[in-house]
């Protein structure tokens, strides 16, 4: 498997080049912000009428990680879908899709900002995880350790190239957006460069996930 | 025939002015259809269109709008509304003149809609805008006459296309509508007349008196053009002087940047501390008009300056016109040209100045061009369809319509006219639904059918956005630059955001002529101080670059034949006899490709005089294939002559790279994913109406509120490979940016004759490609590699790469 390997609190994790996170020891497979049905809730706030195949887009890597892994936990760190009408507005398929995935182990579905309340879909329904050593929640919060969150999009630049990344520090992992229509804040704005300690990095994904100093 | 009014006369005569034949000629067509005017600016062009307007005025009965002037330009609206007042008072004519472009005043604007002047004059967006308001009759009622000026220029882009659609809507609220063009020179009037038409009434074609020869020449320098570079500083002196024997020049640039270094360099060695001035598109408006503002009153004795210049006001006082750097294109030159000496009856005076070598040879393939009255010309093809869903939501924003009367609406415009109801039909789905192969939207559909057949819009709120989002010119993503102050600091320009992210605090950079240091980003603004000294980086601006026409680069491939060239200067011509000695000059009929080592790459340099897109095309293809081989090609760039490729792995057998057919072949699949599709699918997308570029909360903060364009095109291409906007988006690729149809006349040139020669080092001809903007990065294995070594190298400097985690 190409990741890149790394200790967080005394985990040994891997960083997908797809912008999952794979925990080895426990088996377990963390992916972050996959905004599932954001075509629809765009369209329905007005907005036009985007390619609506993201969903399966976004569900085909997973899947694909879930196999290469072979995973037997898997962590959704909220905002999983872009919001919870747009959950429920899946197409039947997509929603089967889903079922389908959460059937074969065991799914914990993080509740995010965008989807406080994803309802009707296998797996379980938590605020934050905690998982000794580690902890996993939507949202970073201050002074933590061994934390696992998402949220911010996080993406990074080497060389000209711009992707998104995974940030570490010794107290904290932020994951990059999963999903397929998700934009990226820079690892140099302030609300990641002042959440983030100064000897941070930024692992960027991509066909080789590649660690560098965290751009500020 | 239109009879002149006895004031109109009197005027003339009172000014000692008879009309100019052309002028009469169009009084006696007043009441045609269409009639297109060619004159030589300077020749009483605008006042040939508005004179029977005038005519028909003069006896104060006409209620409401009369004539409409659309120019490209707003600068030239307002021009034209001053130019005009003072002779209409002086007529003492009972008429309201006003204009109308996108900085009206709203509260000037809604009044023009509810009580429209007799004339308005306004830009192609800004009447695309008036026709999509419900209350379009009533603001158009009573229309009588269209003028539409500098009809050249607007033909050869989508805002033309987006004119004749408006111009079709207005045609079906005023049946009787006139149609005059303004022309300057063309290669083909006759395609002109057909774009400007109703289709299929007739036009005719009036020809003024083009004037006397221009006077054009080579600037001579003491000191020989650089082998390389489009700065034409080794000019500078000889500018100079030029300045100084003229009243005033017009120093015309193919790019922005280019026109930033060299206005900067001018103004290093104004040792007279003589007025200057620039002008270019990414100057803020401020900046422009006061430069305009000291041009009209003459108060400049040059201005430096990019196609934004092309057109428009008149500066009588221009006595000459430079052009630095080739000119690309022989029809454009003459244009250019044509902006010296707005009198009738002197001749233009320019001179060219080529940037480097190559250019020599460049510029006198066009001198000879233009002596010969050679124009040149490509014919743009039927009407682009995201321009035509673009009007079908701009339609919807007016009213329920049936798809019946917009299909025979829009096919009145010549550009449209063959446009196969099938096509229509896919662009009025793709509107409505989306038209995506998994029907995702019943519930939120654009357009919605009404039961009596109509369409409309299914939110009236979006003609909000709709209308924010209406334009057919495409900007790339510009960060306005504003000088740091406590409170809002003087807006400078813009500059790209790829280019703003390359800098960082303490930077400096050139905007306007000034040096300026970059001190952050606030609100999606860059903030800058003054800043002179220290070597400032270029900004870069991915602006048009025009690609050297077919019949030029021809002309260039037979000069360089020649045995000795006694009419280059000896620098140029030793510099092509020293490329003949250690390697060999491009021939019309053969393709010569150099291979050679160069700072740790291999590269490979193919001369195909295909024009700058069609040796773009032909990297990307190149390229692709040498990433299949396991080359590890890392990059690429394209001129008007040649493609330079570098890569990490030598090329040890280059014949099957070559393989013309196997080219062809690839096209499809290459065609799919490389970053110039990616552009082009980025332009239809935002023009048909997928992609907004503006949205009511617009973007605030550094959060990239959408993902990119990139992303929509991939998903389409994996799971909706035939959807309309791929259509488009190839369709356009491959006549603009991909320009194929070069590659395979330079194919049949050639006749499979292909030199290829492996050389000890960079040949004479090959090392002006190093100094090229626009290098192209193949995002492959070669540049995997080079990431990962970089990233090893910043760890291990950081010391991160030891640290425990």
């Known amino acids: 498997m190409t990741g890149?390997?790394?200790?967080?609190?005394?985990?040994?994790?891997?960083?997908?080049?797809?912008?999952?996170?794979?925990?080895?020891?426990?088996?377990?497979?963390c992916v972050s912000d996959l905004h599932l049905g954001k075509s629809e809730r765009h369209a329905r706030r007005g907005g036009t009428t985007l390619p609506p195949y993201e969903t399966q887009e976004t569900l085909a890597r997973l899947e694909a990680d879930l196999n290469q892994t072979q995973a037997n936990t898997v962590i959704c760190l909220g905002d999983s879908f872009d919001d919870d009408s747009a959950a429920r507005a899946l197409p039947e398929a997509e929603k089967d899709k889903i079922a389908d995935l959460a059937s074969r182990c065991r799914w914990i579905w993080i509740t995010g900002n965008h989807d406080p309340a994803p309802a009707n879909l296998p797996g379980e329904l938590h605020d934050s995880f905690p998982l000794a050593p580690l902890t996993f929640r939507h949202i970073a919060e201050p002074d933590t350790s061994g934390e696992v969150s998402g949220h911010y999009h996080p993406k990074a630049k080497l060389r000209g190239a711009t992707r998104p990344a995974f940030l570490l520090d010794q107290h904290r992992l932020i994951l990059p957006a999963y999903g397929t229509y998700t934009g990226g804040l820079r690892s140099s704005d302030p609300a990641l460069s002042t959440l983030m300690a100064p000897k941070a990095i930024a692992i960027l994904t991509g066909p080789r996930p590649l660690a560098i100093p965290m751009p500020r | 025939m239109t009879v002149l009014n006895v004031a109109i006369t009197n005027w003339f005569t009172s000014r000692n002015w008879t009309i100019h034949p052309h002028q009469k000629m169009m009084l006696d067509r007043a009441d045609d259809p269409a009639t297109l005017l060619i004159a030589p600016t300077g020749g009483g062009k605008t006042m040939a269109g508005f004179l029977p307007t005038l005519a028909e005025l003069a006896d104060g009965q006409h209620q409401g709008l009369h004539t409409l002037y659309i120019s490209p330009l707003k600068a030239l609206a307002a021009d034209i509304k001053r130019n005009l007042r003072t002779p209409v008072d002086e007529m003492d004519l009972p008429m309201r003149i006003d204009d109308r472009t996108g900085d009206t005043p709203q509260s000037r604007k809604k009044r023009q809609r509810a009580d429209p002047p007799h004339i308005l004059l306004t830009t192609p967006e800004s009447l695309a805008l008036l026709t999509s308001y419900d209350d379009a009759a009533?603001?158009?009622?009573?229309?009588?006459?269209?003028?539409?000026?500098?009809?050249?220029?607007?033909?050869?882009?989508?805002?033309?296309?987006?004119?004749?659609l408006a111009l079709a809507r207005l045609q079906t609220l005023c049946p009787n509508l006139r149609r005059v063009g303004l022309s300057a020179t063309v290669d083909d009037p006759q395609a002109i007349a057909q774009f400007l038409a109703r289709h299929p009434d007739s036009c005719e074609i009036l020809q003024a008196d083009p004037g006397p020869t221009p006077d054009i020449q080579m600037l001579e320098t003491t000191e020989a053009p650089p082998w390389a570079g489009g700065g034409a500083a080794y000019s500078i002196p000889a500018v100079m002087q030029q300045i100084k024997a003229h009243n005033t020049t017009l120093i015309f640039h193919n790019t922005r940047a280019q026109a930033e270094i060299f206005f900067h360099n001018l103004w290093l060695a104004n040792e007279d501390a003589l007025p200057i001035g620039i002008h270019h598109g990414s100057l803020g408006r401020e900046q422009r008009d006061r430069v305009e503002a000291a041009m009209v009153r003459g108060d400049l004795r040059a201005i430096v300056c990019t196609g934004s210049l092309d057109l428009g006001l008149d500066w009588g006082d221009v006595d000459l016109v430079i052009q630095i750097g080739a000119p690309k294109n022989v029809k454009r030159l003459v244009q250019r040209i044509g902006r010296a000496n707005h009198s009738y009856n002197t001749p233009s005076k320019a001179l060219l100045v080529?940037?480097?070598?190559?250019?020599?040879?460049?510029?006198?393939?066009?001198?000879?061009?233009?002596?010969e009255g050679d124009l040149d010309g490509e014919a743009r093809g039927s009407g682009p369809r995201d321009v035509l869903c673009q009007h079908i939501l701009i339609a919807a924003c007016a009213g329920p319509f049936h798809a019946d009367d917009l299909f025979a609406e829009m096919t009145s415009a010549g550009a449209f006219a063959t446009l196969p109801r099938a096509e229509f039909d896919a662009c009025l789905e793709f509107c409505a639904t989306g038209g995506y192969a998994l029907k995702a939207y019943d519930k939120w559909q654009r357009l919605l059918q009404r039961p009596d057949g109509r369409w409309q819009l299914r939110d009236p709120r979006a003609t909000q956005r709709i209308r924010m989002n209406l334009g057919t010119i495409q900007d790339t993503d510009t960060l306005k630059v504003r000088l740091k102050r406590s409170r809002g600091g003087k807006?400078?320009?813009?500059?790209?955001?790829?280019?703003?992210?390359?800098?960082?605090?303490?930077?400096?950079?050139?905007?306007?002529?000034?040096?300026?240091?970059?001190?952050?980003?606030?609100?999606?603004?860059?903030?800058?101080?003054?800043?002179?000294g220290k070597m400032p980086k270029i900004a870069t601006f991915s602006g048009t670059k025009f690609a050297t026409s077919t019949q030029l680069s021809s002309r260039i491939l037979t000069l360089l034949q020649q045995d000795s060239w006694p009419n280059l200067p000896n620098h140029t011509a030793d510099w092509l006899m020293?490329?003949?000695e250690v390697s060999k000059l491009p021939q019309p009929n053969r393709l010569l490709i150099e291979s050679f080592p160069h700072q740790d790459h291999p590269h490979l340099c193919i001369y195909g005089f295909a024009g700058r897109n069609a040796q773009q095309t032909l990297g990307l293809l190149l390229t692709k294939r040498m990433e299949e081989m396991g080359l590890d090609p890392l990059g690429f760039v394209a001129t008007d002559y040649a493609t330079m490729i570098w890569g990490l792995e030598t090329l040890t057998d280059p014949e099957p790279l070559f393989d013309i057919a196997a080219l062809r072949d690839g096209l499809d699949g290459w065609l799919g994913e490389n970053a110039v599709m990616k552009r082009s699918f980025r332009g239809c997308a935002t023009i048909a109406g997928l992609i907004e570029r503006n949205t009511p909360s617009a973007r605030k903060n550094g959060r990239q509120a959408t993902f990119s364009s990139d992303i929509l095109y991939d998903t389409l291409r994996k799971y909706d490979p035939d959807h309309l906007m791929l259509q488009i988006t190839r369709t356009e690729a491959l006549r603009g940016l991909v320009d194929f149809g070069r590659i395979e006349d330079m194919i049949t040139r050639i006749q499979g004759n292909i030199d290829l020669l492996h050389l000890p080092r960079i040949t004479p001809l090959a090392a002006p490609l190093l100094l090229e903007m626009g290098k192209v990065p193949i995002k492959g294995a070669g540049l995997?590699?080079?990431?990962?070594?970089?990233?090893?190298?910043?760890?291990?400097?950081?010391?991160?790469?030891?640290?425990?985690?």
Request: aromatic share 6%.
């Open chain 2, 784 to 805: 995997e590699k080079l990431l990962e070594k970089e990233a090893a190298e910043l760890m291990q400097k950081s010391g991160l790469a030891n640290l425990p985690q």
């Open chain 2, 138 to 164: 009533r603001t158009f009622a009573g229309l009588q006459r269209v003028v539409v000026d500098e009809i050249h220029a607007l033909a050869e882009s989508k805002r033309g296309d987006q004119l004749m």
């Open chain 2, 354 to 371: 080529p940037a480097n070598r190559f250019e020599v040879v460049e510029c006198r393939a066009a001198l000879e061009a233009v002596r």
């Open chain 2, 578 to 580: 020293l490329q003949r």
């Open chain 1, 4 to 29: 890149y390997d790394f200790p967080l609190s005394g985990a040994q994790l891997t960083a997908l080049g797809s912008g999952a996170l794979y925990w080895p020891d426990q088996n377990l497979l």
């Open chain 2, 491 to 532: 807006p400078l320009g813009e500059i790209e955001e790829a280019f703003a992210a390359t800098l960082t605090p303490g930077d400096t950079f050139l905007i306007g002529g000034q040096t300026v240091r970059y001190e952050g980003l606030r609100d999606m603004t860059v903030e800058v101080k003054r800043r002179s």
